[in-house]
């Protein structure tokens, strides 16, 4: 998921918007802002594309007020319904409170138990429902006590933007999982999941939001807390290889150049004698050029990608082949008719994609097809806010790279060693989540809900 705050502008829900789509690379399922005019929160959220749901320049003015907040949804709990779009607006006996969350916390499960034993009754099926619960049935005073009070009880990957009428405040997790930061525009102060979204709005990057960090914004101006038990951070190194967007600032770099070094790493762990290396657009495309750059071989784009393509489109009466990956991606025959390609994308997930292309890629003319992967096999599913799917249908979970290789019938198949990804990242220097590669999670899971244990 994405979240994007304004604090203090008079356009706070149209520059929301902006911050918005920016960040639909981070979900496309729904999305939603809540303004505040100071005495009250105004909402607005649907299904579909920022685009789509916030088209009509009428909406923003049922969004009055100077500060925002919005969300784009990805869903990792709870299904993608109407009633799970965020951000989630509440009334309380305090008064009124909106949230919106990316991450995922593992002990919801435990907590809405208690809370239901209580008399709780949940409205939504995710996790975020339950800081409300928390926030509302805290017997702490001030907003600050009370925010402080819910985030103790919960544990895993949160970054969280909750807008009262006078307030906006931000938290981190203390193993900062996902990103965020915070930035200016004029006298308002931003937050935003990635840097891409401050570009667009014009604001400066003041600095990323620290692991445990709870940052309050009012009419005082801003103040940084830290009141959470401290940890060693494990920022997830998946947000580097496939989630942010390349012109991002996060974790303390800048995503581009760090999945071209991925890519030029790879080359000097699979060297191949090939003509040319494509990347699988658009995921592919920075680890290829560092590939290419490394190995001398020359970058072609062997596979254009149409970027129109929506979520659901009506598929044919006639089966037509591969029409799936074929609406999204098709291949350049003149670029690779005769010749041995490497074809470079960030991971495998179940093996259906690049077993489609490859023979895409084949069936185009080339000669020879040598996949490489800038990452490790991804054989452990992700439970802080990354939608991978349960370890029986992540293929190397439970296959070797060699049955990979012949299951998607390329001639090689290389991926970025575990040590190779760490050093694209200086993680000499910084602790990292790589639990989706290692199964080494960082945050344990007091009970699962419906997903078997990890190892
Ligand atoms: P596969 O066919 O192996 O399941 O899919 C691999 C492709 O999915 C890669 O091109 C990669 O860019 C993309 N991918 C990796 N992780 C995710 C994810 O969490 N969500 C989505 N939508 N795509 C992913
Ligand atoms: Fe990121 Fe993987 Fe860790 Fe999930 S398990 S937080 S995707 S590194
Ligand atoms: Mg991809």
Do not use: W
Request: proline fraction near 5%; charge should be neutral.
């Amino acid at each position: 998921c994405g979240i994007f705050g304004v604090f203090n502008h008079p356009e706070a829900s149209n520059l929301t918007y902006l911050g918005l789509y920016a960040l639909q690379h981070r979900g496309q399922e729904s999305c939603g802002i809540v303004s505040s005019d100071g005495s009250s929160l105004h909402a607005h959220k649907s299904m579909g594309l920022v685009a789509d749901v916030f088209g009509n320049p009428e909406i923003f003015k049922t969004l009055p007020g100077r500060s925002a907040i919005g969300h784009v949804r990805y869903s990792t709990t709870g299904s993608s319904v109407i009633k799970n779009v965020q951000p989630i607006n509440v009334d309380y006996s305090r008064g009124s409170i909106a949230i919106a969350h990316n991450g995922n916390i593992v002990n919801a499960q435990i907590i809405k138990d208690e809370l239901e034993a209580y008399g709780s009754i949940f409205q939504t099926t995710m996790d975020t429902e339950i800081i409300v619960h928390l926030l509302a049935t805290s017997k702490q005073n001030s907003l600050l006590d009370r925010i402080t009070d819910a985030l103790s009880r919960i544990q895993g990957a949160y970054c969280l933007l909750f807008l009262t009428e006078s307030r906006m405040v931000a938290a981190r997790d203390p193993n900062g999982f996902r990103p965020l930061c915070l930035g200016r525009q004029g006298s308002a102060y931003v937050v935003a999941s990635e840097s891409c979204a401050l570009d667009l709005i014009d604001a400066e990057f003041i600095r990323e939001i620290e692991p445990g960090e709870v940052i309050v914004i009012d009419k005082n101006g801003l103040t940084s807390f830290f009141p959470l038990k401290k940890v060693e951070p494990t920022p997830c190194i998946f947000e580097f290889v496939y989630f942010a967007r390349p012109d991002s600032f996060i974790f303390g770099k800048n995503v581009y150049q760090v999945r071209k070094e991925q890519g030029r790493q790879l080359a000097r762990e699979h060297k191949v004698d090939a003509d040319i290396v494509i990347p699988i657009p658009d995921s592919g495309v920075p680890a290829a050029l560092g590939y290419a750059e490394e190995s001398g071989i020359p970058f072609e784009l062997g596979l254009i990608r149409n970027h129109y393509v929506g979520r659901t489109f009506i598929e044919p009466q006639q089966a037509i082949r591969h029409f799936g990956v074929k609406i999204k991606l098709n291949p350049v025959r003149e670029v690779l008719k005769g010749k041995r390609v490497v074809v470079i994308d960030d991971s495998i997930v179940r093996g259906t994609t690049s077993r489609k292309i490859v023979k895409m890629i084949r069936n185009a003319g080339a000669a020879e097809v040598h996949v490489r992967i800038s990452s490790p096999p991804t054989s452990y599913p992700c439970y802080y806010g990354i939608d991978t799917p349960n370890r029986k249908e992540l293929i190397s979970s439970s296959h070797s790279i060699d049955e990979i290789r012949r299951y998607i019938t390329a001639d090689s198949l290389g991926y970025l060693s575990e040590e190779g990804l760490m050093s694209t990242v200086g993680a000499e220097n910084a602790g990292f989540c790589t639990a989706c590669f290692t199964g080494g999670y960082p945050v344990k899971f007091p009970r699962l809900m419906d997903q078997e244990e990890p190892q």
